[in-house]
T-cell receptor, first 115, second 109 residues
Framework: EAEVAQSPRYKITEKSQAVAFWCDPI?????LYWYRQILGQGPELLVQ????????DSQLPKDRFSAERLKGVDSTLKIQPAELGDSAMYLC?????????????FGQGTRLTVV | KQEVTQIPAALSVPEGENLVLNCSFT??????LQWFRQDPGKGLTSLLL?????REQTSGRLNASLDKSSGRSTLYIAASQPGDSATYLC????????FGAGTRLTVKP
C-alpha cells in the first residue's frame, strides 16, 4: 500500500542550529502539505504545495522556516535557526485534488525536540 | 479563513458505550470533511471521508454525518472498546485543509 514517507522520525537539535525534514508523498499526488502539531493541539498548516508551486504559506514563519518541492515530487522543510518553541511534531501529507475531491494521507511525522 | 472547532476536548467512557464527537466549521464552502485518528506520538490515520454532496459515511462501528449548511459534522462510535482510545481529529478541506484541536477519547475496560 502506498504511503507518505517522512524522515527522520525523531530529531534532537540544539537551539540556534539548523534542521531539515524530508517528505516523499504518494506517487501521483500533486498536493503536498506540511503541518506543525504542538502537543495537545491540532495540526497547524505551515505550507501547501500544488506540484512545485506554493499555494499557501501564510502561517510559515518565513524568517526562520523555508520549504521547497523541487520537481514537484519530494519536499524539504528547513528551520534555521531552531528555537525552543519549535519543539513539535512535523507532519507531511499528500492528496489528489480531483474535481473538488480531496483525500489526504499522512506520514508518521518527525518529532523535533530543541534543547 | 476556515476555523474548525471540536467538542468535547476530552471524553472518558466505560467500554460498550455509544458516543458522539462533534466538529463544526465556519466556512460551508468545503469539498469534503475527513475524520482522522491519532495515537500518541504517531501520524494521522484516515477513518472516514464525507464529500460535500453526501450526508453520511459508515465504516464498521463508525458513522460520520455532515450538515454542510449548518457547518457541522458528527462522528458516532458504536459499542466503544478500549482499543478506540486515541485522539480524533476532523479536517475541513476546501482550497486548503484545516483541523480542529481534536477530542481525546479514553475508553475504560
Amino acid at each position: 500500500e502506498a504511503e507518505v514517507a517522512q524522515s527522520p522520525r525523531y530529531k534532537i537539535t540544539e537551539k540556534s542550529q539548523a534542521v531539515a525534514f524530508w517528505c516523499d508523498p504518494i506517487s501521483g499526488h500533486a498536493t503536498l502539505y506540511w503541518y506543525r502539531q504542538i502537543l495537545g493541539q491540532g495540526p497547524e498548516l505551515l505550507v501547501q504545495f500544488q506540484d512545485e508551486s506554493v499555494v499557501d504559506d501564510s502561517q510559515l514563519p518565513k524568517d526562520r522556516f523555508s520549504a521547497e518541492r523541487l520537481k514537484g515530487v519530494d519536499s524539504t522543510l528547513k528551520i534555521q535557526p531552531a528555537e525552543l518553541g519549535d519543539s513539535a511534531m512535523y507532519l507531511c501529507a499528500s492528496s489528489l485534488r480531483d474535481r473538488g475531491f480531496v483525500e489526504a494521507f499522512f506520514g508518521q511525522g518527525t518529532r523535533l525536540t530543541v534543547v | 479563513k476556515q476555523e474548525v472547532t471540536q467538542i468535547p476536548a476530552a471524553l472518558s467512557v466505560p467500554e460498550g458505550e455509544n458516543l458522539v464527537l462533534n466538529c463544526s466549521f465556519t466556512d460551508s464552502a468545503i469539498y469534503n470533511l475527513q475524520w482522522f485518528r491519532q495515537d500518541p506520538g504517531k501520524g494521522l490515520t484516515s477513518l472516514l471521508l464525507i464529500q460535500s454532496s453526501q450526508r453520511e459515511q459508515t465504516s464498521g462501528r463508525l458513522n460520520a454525518s455532515l450538515d454542510k449548511s449548518s457547518g457541522r459534522s458528527t462522528l458516532y462510535i458504536a459499542a466503544s472498546q478500549p482499543g478506540d482510545s486515541a485522539t480524533y481529529l476532523c479536517a475541513a478541506s476546501g482550497p486548503d485543509m484545516r483541523f480542529g484541536a481534536g477530542t481525546r477519547l479514553t475508553v475504560k475496560p
